[in-house]
């Protein structure tokens, strides 16, 4: 019953990720008495028992994540669509380095001060400072700032910052303008504050990271200590990635697990030497949770400390009263109960890992006790023959037979440790095997050094550093004690840093059309572990059959072409010209989401060109998060173009980035720049049988502002002269001005393309009346960050497609749009609304 009752209400909570939309709370009542009564029926009149209770369970478990959603966005919606400028007051509630320069913190607003509302709904908001780490966790501040719902660029594929916020419980984000006096003295908090508001962990952090500041390693320390991975470097992070060990910088149910054990084994030391009674019997199990609860509270009680946590006291409850019950029940149990406490938590990529891994286990475990042992009594049997027969019994002397007992003890003791040694290496590659279709799908490939490294690592980490991390904490209070005991545990990271550092360039990146095949091995390897193929040779090989013609089905167009289009490959780069007619007449244009700036991806045959990048920052660019995750998705590694419209960093700020990682086999631009071809009005070339014509500027120059944009027409008159359908024509604007729009008017007076980039994201000093009038497009594309200071696109510039009949789609209300164009037929997608479409999407991007 109970395992019925967790599958069902399991099953219920994660229906949430299919919702394309809340429901009303009538639609819920009708499915709610619809369900009951089928599980009614199923149960009295069919009698099918286990089938009723997962129904009613499912039932119970949707109504239940209904109302935690409802009470979500009722919260979220206290913030209007536009945002607002108000005042707030609240508790930092995450943890800051002063050492560490930091961008943002996490808030817990308690009221705010608006003309029309006082009292509000607390809510978790992320608020954006460039002297965030100045602050403490705990502090109670008053804030100006600009607060705005949770929204988040939406792509084909890349940081989906919208599912982040949901996952972590966010309810809005917002941009910090003054700090304001504190209006309300500072409250305390049981023992989670003192001094004044700052939460002890808090206290406890600084303290140790004006122990550790000095030390190389002082990033894994305190990640390892505090889950906080501020102080790791990017040289950090890719070496992590690349060996595979970047699961150890987050706290989860290894270091829960290690902690649980030296608990235990703490507590059975304490109790051989207390008396003997009743009272000390579990104390083992009680030191081995209180240290397992500290360990979960300096990691700020995550997802995965949270499922270990509880699973360890599941376990331990079980033990204590004598309850018999499989890891499989427990493991259930446990996911169950922690979306019950959160089911939010279920959006978030450390969920799902720390569920898989552990079910991976157990199916390696299960496997395992499958096998088949030698029979314990037949073994006894033969022992006693040979003891009989004289066989084994040693007639050596005394001392020889000491010499030769030493010797076989020895032999023995590394035939253990080897067997163990194969054991945990077969573990550590079965675990690659196994996680990594979640590992591809999340991160889009693997490491291929990760079973070696971590089965010289974990070992290490988990028997050395992990203690001494834990001495170190316990000593904080003596200094001079626990410098020693950090500078140990910098030393046993030695090790790891230096095979982490030699592994750097074993990640293996694949596209993620290739997840179902690693799906596919899988599945395989745990239906051989349970199933082996000498006694299912049938099954195992329909199922690769019926595999491979499945994604025969659905590749056999793409496969061909491209092997078509390598025919044609040296021809096409040296003079320009792709070879006769291509199977697949398709032709891609997909306008990203990148906020305020521009990136256009023009696709056909599985190659590429881009036009324009995006933007940069300090730490990281648009080209990385956004264009490089969407090529990758596509399966694309290499450009064949690279286009960049003028110089400003919202268009070409990734250049440099891409132009390394993607080697475009041409580079084109309106100004000059070392390696690319000029990008000016009577440049043409031919591209995949697509014919791409520079229309303006007139003339290079030495920086490409907005007039100087190149303004490109592509068109496919190749592919419509050839198989005879009507010509589609794309117009590239960039951020050309009226100036430059009237220009070009005049002199292409039939310019008229189909589809039309809006010139400079919207703005007034473009989208003239005299140039919209001589055009007559289908559709009109505006790039445009939803929350911008320009107020783009400008509501009258807008109104001038919409008065002319033109559809008009914006990445601030779509997301990524993609356009696929055929025979002279258009038809496109939004992100928003078809391969990325869930309940809070339109919570998040209302006006």
């Not at 959603?69 to 979220?76: A, E, L």
């Not at 092997?563 to 021809?571: C, F, N, S, V």
């Not at 790039?783 to 008009?808: D, M």
Request: charged letters at 15%.
């Amino acid at each position: 019953m109970v395992i019925q009752a967790a599958i069902g209400f399991s099953i219920g909570l994660l229906s949430l990720h299919y919702w394309p939309y809340v429901l009303a709370d009538q639609d819920v009542l009708i499915i709610t008495l619809l369900g009951g009564g089928v599980a009614l029926f199923l149960r009295y009149y069919l009698c099918h028992y286990a089938l009723a209770n997962v129904l009613i369970w499912l039932l119970a478990g949707g109504s239940f994540v209904y109302i935690s959603t409802n009470n979500y966005i009722n919260t979220v919606i206290q913030i209007p669509p536009m945002g607002a400028n108000i005042t707030i007051v609240g508790i930092v509630d995450s943890i800051q380095n002063v050492n560490i320069p930091s961008d943002n913190f996490d808030f817990i607003i308690k009221k705010w001060k608006v003309p029309s509302e006082t009292s509000i709904r607390e809510m978790k908001v992320r608020i954006y400072w460039n002297e965030a780490n100045t602050l403490k966790q705990g502090e109670l501040l008053t804030l100006q700032v600009v607060l705005r719902r949770p929204y988040g660029r939406v792509n084909q594929a890349g940081y989906d910052a919208e599912k982040w916020y949901v996952g972590h419980g966010f309810h809005g984000r917002g941009n910090l303008v003054e700090i304001l006096p504190v209006t309300a003295p500072p409250t305390t908090s049981g023992f989670l504050h003192q001094q004044g508001s700052i939460s002890v962990r808090q206290l406890l952090f600084d303290t140790v990271v004006d122990q550790v500041i000095a030390l190389p390693r002082h990033g894994l320390l305190l990640a390892l200590s505090f889950g906080v991975k501020d102080a790791l470097t990017a040289d950090d992070w890719l070496w992590l990635r690349d060996s595979g060990l970047a699961h150890l910088m987050a706290i989860s149910g290894l270091h829960i697990g290690l902690a649980v054990g030296l608990g235990w084994w703490v507590g059975l030391r304490l109790r051989g030497i207390l008396p003997e009674v009743t009272y000390f019997t579990w104390l083992p199990m009680w030191i081995g949770l209180l240290l397992a609860l500290c360990y979960a509270w300096l990691a700020g009680f995550s997802v995965p400390t949270q499922r270990a946590l509880l699973m360890a006291s599941l376990v331990m409850l079980f033990i204590r009263y004598l309850v018999v019950s499989p890891a499989w029940f427990i493991l259930l149990l446990t996911f169950a109960l922690c979306l019950a406490i959160d089911p939010l938590a279920s959006y978030t990529m450390g969920f799902w890992f720390s569920f898989f891994a552990v079910f991976v286990l157990l199916v390696l475990r299960s496997s395992q006790q499958s096998v088949p042992q030698k029979n314990s009594a037949n073994q006894q049997q033969e022992d006693d023959s040979n003891v009989a027969s004289g066989v084994g019994i040693d007639p050596l002397p005394s001392a020889n037979r000491r010499i030769s007992l030493f010797a076989s003890m020895v032999i023995t003791t590394f035939s253990l440790m080897y067997q163990r040694s194969k054991q945990l290496l077969f573990l550590q590659l079965y675990l690659l095997i196994l996680m990594l279709p979640l590992q591809w799908s999340f991160f889009g490939g693997f490491s291929a050094l990760a079973p070696a490294i971590n089965f010289i690592v974990l070992p290490l980490v988990s028997l050395l550093t992990v203690p001494l991390i834990f001495a170190a904490l316990l000593v904080i209070k003596i200094p001079s004690l626990a410098a020693i005991f950090w500078q140990l545990a910098d030393w046993s990271l030695w090790p790891v840093a230096w095979l982490g550092q030699l592994s750097v360039g074993a990640w293996l990146e694949f596209s993620l059309l290739w997840l179902p095949v690693v799906v596919l091995i899988a599945l395989f390897v745990v239906g051989l572990r349970l199933l082996p193929f000498h006694h299912f040779p049938a099954l195992y090989t329909s199922i690769v059959v019926g595999f491979c013609c499945w994604q025969w089905q659905l590749y056999a167009p793409t496969i061909q072409n491209l092997a078509y289009t390598r025919m044609g490959q040296t021809i096409e780069n040296s003079a320009g010209k792709s070879l006769g007619a291509s199977i697949d007449r398709r032709w891609h244009i997909e306008m990203l989401d990148v906020g305020h700036g521009l990136s256009v991806l023009i696709t056909r045959n599985g190659r590429a060109v881009l036009y324009d990048t995006g933007n940069r920052w300090r730490q990281g660019s648009i080209a990385a998060s956004v264009v490089e995750p969407v090529l990758k998705y596509k399966g694309i590694y290499t450009l064949d173009g690279l286009i960049l419209s003028h110089a400003d960093s919202d268009h070409a700020g990734g250049a440099s980035y891409l132009s390394a990682r993607y080697a475009p086999s041409w580079k084109r631009s309106s100004d000059y720049r070392l390696g690319y071809l000029p990008c000016i009005k009577g440049e043409t070339w031919e591209w995949q049988s697509l014919t791409f014509t520079v229309i303006w500027p007139p003339k290079r120059v030495k920086r490409a502002a907005n007039p100087h944009s190149c303004v490109i027409t592509i068109s496919d008159k190749l592919l419509a002269s050839r198989e005879g359908h009507q010509e589609t024509e794309v117009l590239l604007t960039g951020d050309i001005d009226a100036i430059s729009e009237l220009l070009i008017a005049r002199e292409q007076p039939k310019l008229s393309p189909d589809v039309f980039f809006v010139p400079h994201h919207g703005s007034r000093t473009s989208s003239s009346v005299t140039w919209l009038n001589r055009m007559t497009p289908k559709l009109a594309l505006v790039s445009v960050s939803r929350y911008n200071p320009w107020q783009l696109p400008a509501i009258s510039v807008k109104e001038r497609y919409q008065v002319r009949g033109i559809p008009w789609l914006s990445t601030a209300e779509s997301g990524q749009v993609s356009v696929v164009i055929q025979d002279g037929d258009i038809q496109y997608k939004e992100a928003r609304t078809s391969y990325q479409q869930t309940w809070y999407r339109d919570v998040f991007s209302a006006l």
